[in-house]
């Protein structure tokens, strides 16, 4: 019976023995199971004065009683009641208590309801949801992420990896500027660490308190096209060769040209509704990749009297302004480029571009874009290296903020990412697929 009982419980201390006893009784409104045992052994030598048990030094001298919260049995909260050995030591006239690994010392939640809470911290759910699974309080659960996230966070003076990611996230209202800088590791995909802000001085007195040869060690960098980013990179990390996240490129081209479509929509607000409306339903074709709109189907489509085919629509909308149908095309290309990493292409189409046929929103991104040339084509050099982790792990970070109906307290929320990200990361580092740095 002592091994089926403690085979179920997850207890593995041969000191301990169940009484062959269970009860269900209710406590705080709510039924508990209760287990029954006791922990006792003949001790080595006295905790207090360390001298050996020969001769009957060491004397047992009754039990004292203590109520342990463990893992759920069949979705009931349960209870160990185990009474530990009290020993008596004549040396030092001193009194001691038997140790058991189901338990820390001056504790009364096992080990094993603290690995539960640890791993249900690791999915999206708020913490008054995991306490009350494992049947401990909120506290209780905040303390214990908490103490955990300080054991596996990362060292400020330990070791960089070679392909680095940036970014930033919205935190707490504590924070400066509200927004929380985080950075991960491309190849393993794990957090390296969460900075409490992004304001330039303050990563700066972060990065730099690492060694200058692990920092030298940094090949690649990936950001968005966010200013300070770059100007810290150049400073903090010497060896290393800043890549524009793809995503945000083409991010940029996309809202500049539906930028321009809905000021061209504008202009026919008033003067021809019906083409109005044609812009305004069938945005999300101008915003598709050409070469991958629809020319051999035709249907009938809403807002035009003939069937139409998706390529012949946006040729359609296209065919109203000159502006608007250069930019259209500027965008097509550059995407195609990117879509395929073709950095002569890319290059060429941004040099070969007239401004005064590009649409004004448009013109402002394509001076951004000259301006990262040489970012973008590391870009173009390096395919496999994008933002797209950190910005899975920044989704994850706002599910479980949204779960929990927010933080306020800037390390609780801290320490909740790292042990989504670090606890059960892989140790096995995935290769990047593309040329080695010079």
């Known amino acids: 019976m002592n091994y089926f009982i403690s085979k179920t419980l997850g207890i593995e201390d041969p000191n301990v023995i169940f009484d062959n006893k269970l009860e269900e009784i209710e406590y705080k409104e709510q039924r508990y199971k209760y287990y029954y045992a006791k922990v006792t052994y003949t001790p080595d030598c006295c ?13 047992k001298n009754g039990f004292k009683s203590s109520r342990i919260t463990i893992p759920k049995i069949s979705e009931m909260n349960a209870f160990l009641i185990l009474k530990k050995q009290r020993f ?6 001193s009194y001691f208590t038997a140790q058991t690994n189901i338990v820390d010392v001056d504790c009364h939640i096992s080990n094993n309801s603290r690995l539960t809470i640890v791993d249900k911290a690791t999915s999206i759910r708020s913490q008054k949801s995991i306490a009350k699974s ?6 209780t659960v905040s303390r214990i992420i908490n103490h955990t996230a300080q054991s596996i966070k990362h060292i400020p003076f330990g070791s960089l990896p070679k392909h680095i990611l940036m970014d930033e996230f919205k935190s707490v209202k504590q924070v400066d500027s509200a ?7 491309a190849t393993s995909h794990k957090i390296i660490d969460i900075v409490r802000d992004r304001k330039l001085y303050s990563l700066k007195n972060y990065f730099f308190r690492f060694p200058l040869k692990e920092r030298n060690k940094v090949l690649t960098v990936t950001i968005d096209m966010y200013e300070p980013y770059i100007s810290l990179i150049k400073e903090v990390f010497p060896n290393a060769q800043i890549i524009i996240d793809r995503f945000h490129i083409v991010q940029a081209l996309n809202r500049a040209l539906n930028m321009s479509r809905v000021s061209l929509m504008n202009t026919f607000r008033i003067n021809n509704k019906p083409l109005y409306n044609k812009y305004k339903r069938y945005w999300k074709l101008l915003l598709t990749p050409f070469e991958d709109l629809n020319a051999i189907s035709y249907r009938k489509l809403k807002l035009f009297k003939s069937w139409q085919t998706h390529k012949g629509v946006v040729e359609y909308l296209l065919s109203f302004d000159e502006k608007f149908q250069y930019s259209y095309g500027v965008v097509n290309k550059l995407r195609y480029s990117l879509k395929h990493n073709n950095s002569i292409d890319f290059m060429s189409t941004l040099d070969e571009i007239d401004a005064n046929k590009v649409c004004l929103k448009l013109k402002i991104i394509l001076k951004t874009l000259k301006k990262y040339q040489s970012f973008i084509n590391n870009t173009l050099k390096y395919p496999n290296i994008t933002n797209g982790p950190i910005e899975g792990i920044n989704n994850k970070i706002k599910l479980i903020k949204r779960i929990s109906f927010g933080y306020r307290n800037y390390n609780n929320l801290r320490n909740r990412a790292l042990l989504t990200s670090r606890l059960y990361a892989s140790t096995i580092k995935k290769e990047i697929k593309q040329p080695t740095v010079a």
């Open 88 to 93: 008596y030591c004549k040396h030092c006239c």
């Open 47 to 59: 905790v207090n004065c360390g001298v050996l048990n020969t001769n009957y030094t060491i004397v």
């Open 134 to 139: 494992c049947g401990v309080s909120n506290s």
């Open 179 to 185: 927004m929380s800088f985080i950075f991960c590791d």
